[in-house]
């Protein structure tokens, strides 16, 4: 390699002037050791993005699943409105013996939203 070739100039030169400095055995393992973790280390960061790419992915789907069920359900009444459209409604107690009907919101909308994407993961 070019690099190699470099390194040993410069360790030839060094060896050259000071007669005799060489460099310690254990400074070129510790560098492998070093870049060997490195490499381990990388290795774990793309499992870890591997996995927060499936979490996602996961989470997207159950998204659209809730709001493909939700889309669902909003058609489901508007249908049911459209049938309703031949009712009397009156207020309650306004017509005692009118046999009226009563609407009462037994969920409040966020709880509707909870309900329906409980029913997605399901």
Do not use: W
């Amino acid at each position: 390699m070019i690099g190699d070739d470099g390194v040993q100039k410069l360790y030839d030169s060094l060896l050259s002037r000071r007669g005799g400095i060489e460099f310690a055995t254990h400074l070129d393992e510790a560098l492998i050791d070093m870049l060997a973790e490195a490499g381990e280390v990388l290795t774990e960061i793309d499992e870890v993005l591997a996995e927060v790419d499936k979490v996602l992915s996961h989470g997207v789907e159950t998204c659209r699943r809730g709001l493909a069920e939700l889309t669902k359900v909003t058609a489901e009444l508007a249908e049911l409105a459209a049938e309703l459209t031949d009712v009397a409604v009156g207020g309650s107690g306004q017509y005692p013996g009118g046999g009226g009907v009563l609407f009462a919101r037994l969920h409040s909308c966020p709880q509707v939203a909870n309900l329906v994407f409980q029913r997605g993961d399901a």
